[in-house]
């Protein structure tokens, strides 16, 4: 019985380890499993769909046929690994197979995470991490509709960004002082704010929603502010959470994601994890060029070359073109931000540790995203 490359997910983590796998071995056995279509999309143009004018099928780069054929490997659609044996390598599917691997990687992705006040009227919460999601909002939005968006950071601002283009009108409701808190400063944070504002967000912070009521036209929203918000949909964007339940079911060793060194590997031999559900090191990488770095490195240790994986600066372009943005997280919490240069729509900050070295910067507005490849080589040449 042959052995292949199980890889767990479809995603663009799976996608794109696949064709690196290919590229190094034409005649590999790769079989895929996802429990959805296997549609072959990025995630990040999510966000940017209402700009662009597309519906979900607008989105679809390949079907899973498609990749299939393209790829020279099978697979196995609507379909879902209920049992993985770690020390064996050995997968059982919902429909009955079951795949003895030669290495098993673990691509499932991570789920957005839940509040307690979706439940109170779920049929107008909205999570938007699938291309299937995504379907199911835009179906659902009427013409020039209000949307509550919950949650400031990078995908509310995109999807607010993106709702304007589209002719609707977003309200962002988060905790923080400023969005992007995790990213931004939050002078810089408040720059965005204003880009936003500018274009016809509105943003209520910090508040939290309390209390959300269903109705016939739509939702109403009670802030623990006073405001109650009226709105035809409302946008969940509060996070995202790896999915570790195969992984933990396996007896696989799990943290904030599924455990793996810089080698992708897992604590099992043969078992590796990537993408969003992967914690390398102690860290979730949530961007897309950790993705890809991921995969290729990856990619040649399954095909016998060991390759640790090796991250440098990795700007994140936020899609927000209200209001330009693109910042380089530091890789360690020491140090501080310094705004380097402002104005009323710009400005450039610069993480530098206690030695005045530049570790991050963080760029907002037109002018000062122009400034990201100028510190990306101060950041590499350092």
Excluded at 240 to 268: C, E, M
């Amino acid at each position: 019985m042959s052995t292949p490359l199980v890889i767990v997910g479809t995603g663009l983590a799976g996608y794109t380890l696949a064709r690196e796998v290919r590229k190094l071995d034409p005649d590999r056995e790769i079989v895929m499993v996802t429990a959805d279509d296997g549609s072959s999309y990025s995630k990040p143009m999510l966000s940017t769909g209402f700009a662009k004018g597309k519906a979900a099928d607008g989105l679809v780069m390949a079907s899973a046929a498609d990749m299939a054929a393209q790829l020279r490997l099978v697979v196995r659609t609507g379909t879902q690994v209920v049992a993985l044996n770690a020390r064996e390598r050995i997968l059982t599917l919902d429909t009955g197979e079951v795949i003895q691997a030669e290495a098993v990687v673990l691509a499932t992705g991570a789920s957005p995470i839940r509040l307690p006040v979706e439940q109170q009227a779920p049929e107008r919460v909205f999570h938007i991490n699938s291309l299937e999601d995504y379907r199911r909002f835009r179906d659902a939005l009427p013409d020039s509709a209000r949307v509550l968006i919950m949650g400031a950071g990078l995908i509310g601002c995109e999807f607010a960004n993106d709702l304007l283009q589209g002719g609707h009108s977003p309200e962002v409701v988060a905790p923080c002082d400023a969005p992007l808190p995790g990213l931004l400063p939050t002078e810089a944070g408040r720059v965005l704010q204003a880009g936003l504002e500018a274009a016809g967000a509105r943003f209520h912070l910090p508040a939290v929603v309390t209390r959300l009521t269903g109705h016939e036209s739509g939702v109403t929203a009670e802030l623990d502010t006073g405001v109650a918000l009226k709105a035809d949909a409302v946008i969940s964007a509060v996070g995202l959470r790896p999915d570790l339940a195969l992984a933990q079911a396996a007896g696989l060793a799990v943290n904030r994601g599924i455990v793996v060194d810089r080698y992708l590997r897992t604590s099992a031999e043969g078992i590796h994890a990537l993408g969003d559900a992967a914690e390398i090191e102690g860290q979730v990488r949530l961007y897309v060029q950790p993705l890809m770095a991921s995969a290729r490195a990856l990619a040649r240790t399954l095909c016998g070359e060991p390759t640790a994986v090796t991250f440098g600066p990795m700007p994140v372009v936020v899609k927000t073109p209200a209001c330009p943005v693109v910042v380089c997280p530091p890789e360690a919490p020491e140090g501080q931000w310094h705004l380097h240069a402002s104005d009323d729509i710009n400005h450039v900050c610069r993480f530098e540790d206690a030695q005045g070295q530049l570790k991050g910067f963080a760029l907002v507005g037109p002018e000062a995203v122009m400034e990201k490849m100028a510190l990306t080589r101060a950041l590499t040449s350092g």
